[in-house]
């Protein structure tokens, strides 16, 4: 296997990951090379942080390596019949049906349900804005987040004011605290016993989820218009019908890809946008670029909209800076080695755990200059080749199945921020940019101020 550090018994090298892992691992990169071994508890773990390995193992070794690593905490939320963690045949066949709707959802533009609910959120923001309070941002992006989802999905969303408890709220917030503080039996088995009841609670959460999913399925099916499909659901429905594996799908293994499109869509655009304002906030000069350019592009009082995108190149090198700087997945989701699999030298056992470098290859001075600081400019020089170092949506035929939908979340939401409103600190400080890991590497709590712009 590729070198690594020394593990211990039972924690491995777990103790050596510290409060920051994304960090830790990058400088177990620079010291082992672009092929580092290391262990999580009993679990052998290979990180590729070298951009030409990754394209080889992605490119040419693409099938060695399209499964998932499932832990126990997977195995609960998806059973293995989900897209996130399934495996093999299944995976493919779902994948494929989500892809194929999620094609047809944009020719039918179902995206504009995403447009509604950027407005909506920037009306709210507008409100907050006229009454000079500062606002913590987080509760409101994480609503639009999941109401993105549910609405392009669902049809379903709820309001921002709303203090009432909706059930995919709930049980979205429960697991993502639950993943969010990892669980330390996933890698050390023996601890099973001491997390049954954070287990439970896992469970059940994820199971009202796909309670509420499973009964979205029965009701789109009675009231689905061919003609007119209102939402992803609809078209899924209508792929699965015309499709040539029909017998093969299940409302049972639906409700749980569905149930994906919640965990994996929701913190992921949330965190992205909670940088984004702490990078405009922290950088004045570069967030009164951006509204310059949209009001060039767009024109003072009209609504930004996906027709503009090609046009807003910087507020595009923005957003592609801010999923740089700060990724919301650092390592992707966990692969797995289908087969024993040679690459570099060296061999991967089966069943090793293999992640890829996703913060380590984006924040690399090898491929980056001066990769700390936030520079959107770097995105428009023709030379800036990314390469297999630019990942935020992982590689290949497992790469986020939600990528579209994402980037136009990001688009309407940030492109409507920044014509509306300016942002800033509150106390003319810079806000923490280093943020706290937890799964994902999200920013830390902070208080804005908002104003309408002129
Ligand atoms: C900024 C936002 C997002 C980021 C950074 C992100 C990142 C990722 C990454 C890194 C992976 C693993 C890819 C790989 O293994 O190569 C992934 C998988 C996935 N993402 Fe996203 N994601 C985002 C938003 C979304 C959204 C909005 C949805 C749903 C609408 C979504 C649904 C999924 C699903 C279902 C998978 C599993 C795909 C599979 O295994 O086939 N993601 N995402």
């Not at 507008?126 to 109401?147: F, K, M, V």
């Not at 700087?325 to 080695?337: F, G, N, S, V, Y």
């Amino acid at each position: 296997m590729p070198p690594g550090p020394f593990p211990i018994p039972i924690l491995g090298n777990i103790h050596q990951l510290g409060r920051m892992p994304h960090k830790s691992l990058k400088a177990f990169s620079e010291k082992y090379g672009g092929l580092t071994t290391f262990f999580l508890g009993s679990v052998p773990s290979v990180l590729v942080s070298d951009p030409t390995l990754l394209k080889e193992l992605i490119i040419y070794k693409s099938e060695q390596i399209i499964d998932r690593y499932n832990t126990d905490s997977a195995q609960i939320i998806g059973r293995e019949k989900n897209l996130l963690f399934a495996k093999g045949p299944f995976w493919k066949k779902y994948r494929k049906l989500f892809t194929n709707a999620m094609t047809k959802a944009r020719t039918h533009n179902i995206a504009s349900r995403i447009e509604q609910q950027a407005i909506a959120l920037n009306n709210f923001f507008g409100t907050y804005a006229a009454s000079g309070q500062p606002l913590n941002p987080h509760n409101y992006i994480r609503r639009y987040s999941l109401n993105g989802v549910i609405d392009y999905s669902f049809s379903d969303f709820v309001e921002y004011e709303s203090e009432s408890d909706h059930i995919v709220i709930k049980a979205a917030e429960i697991m993502e605290e639950i993943l969010a503080t990892g669980n330390p039996h996933d890698y050390i088995p023996f601890l099973k016993p001491f997390y049954s009841a954070k287990r439970k609670a896992l469970g059940d959460a994820v199971g009202q989820v796909w309670t509420y999913c499973d009964d979205a399925i029965k009701l789109h099916r009675q009231t689905l218009n061919p003609e007119k499909p209102r939402d992803l659901l609809d078209c899924i429905l209508m792929e699965w019908d015309k499709s040539d594996e029909k017998e093969f799908y299940e409302d049972e293994s639906l409700a749980k890809c569905l149930t994906d499109l919640i965990v994996a869509g929701h913190e992921t655009v949330a965190i992205t946008l909670g940088w984004l304002i702490i990078f405009m906030a922290n950088n004045q000069d570069m967030q009164e670029k951006v509204y310059e350019e949209l009001i060039n592009v767009v024109g003072k009082g009209n609504l930004p909209t996906l027709i503009h995108r090609n046009s807003t190149t910087y507020l595009n090198a923005v957003l592609k800076e801010t999923m740089r700087i700060r990724t919301a997945a650092p390592l992707a989701l966990p692969r797995c080695a289908v087969e024993d699999i040679q690459l570099g030298g060296y061999v991967i056992p089966k069943g090793t755990q293999v992640l890829m470098a996703v913060y380590g290859l984006a924040m690399d001075d090898k491929h980056w200059e001066s990769p700390e600081t936030f520079n959107p400019d770097r995105w428009s020089k023709e030379s800036s080749s990314t390469d297999y170092t630019y990942i935020p949506f992982g590689l290949g035929p497992r790469m986020c199945v939600g990528m579209g939908v994402a980037k136009d979340e990001l688009y309407y939401a940030a492109s409507q921020m920044l014509m509306n409103f300016k942002w800033s600190s509150t106390d003319g400080k810079q806000l923490d940019d280093e943020g706290v890991a937890r799964i994902a590497l999200e920013y830390k709590q902070y208080n804005i101020k908002v104003e309408n712009r002129a």
